[in-house]
């Protein structure tokens, strides 16, 4: 599986951010799907997370109400819609996919995207 994650911006403080990271191959709806970001400076951090289905979703506390996880596995690609964005928010943004029905921060991820940089100005 290849992952490429596109959507990243710059953007004010309060305003809102599509992410999305479109999968290669047929087994995309095999994969429970993710997204993690890292700030300058910090370690990689979990951000989001859905399962292969769609119907279960969980999120690092400090993005929960503003930040939501979808996907369309019709067309191999998941989301991260971002809003009220937040200084803090900024950092680069990476999509991961792992080979289970569902994922969370301490799931083992075997792909992982490029990254698509996200910066909120204040």
């Known amino acids: 599986v290849q992952l490429q994650a596109s959507g990243g911006g710059l953007v004010q403080a309060g305003g809102s951010l599509r992410l999305s990271c479109a999968a290669s191959?047929?087994?995309?709806?095999?994969?429970?799907m993710a997204w993690f970001r890292q700030a300058p400076g910090k370690e990689r951090e979990f951000v989001a997370a859905i399962s292969w289905s769609g119907g279960s979703t969980t999120y690092t506390d400090s993005v929960k109400g503003r930040f939501t996880i979808s996907r369309d596995n019709a067309k191999n690609t998941v989301y991260l819609q971002m809003n009220s964005l937040k200084p803090e928010d900024t950092a680069v943004y990476y999509c991961a996919a792992a080979r289970a029905s569902w994922g969370g921060p301490g799931t083992p991820y075997d792909y992982w995207g490029q990254g698509t940089q996200v910066t909120v100005s204040s």
């Open positions: 191959g047929r087994t995309f709806s095999s994969y429970a």
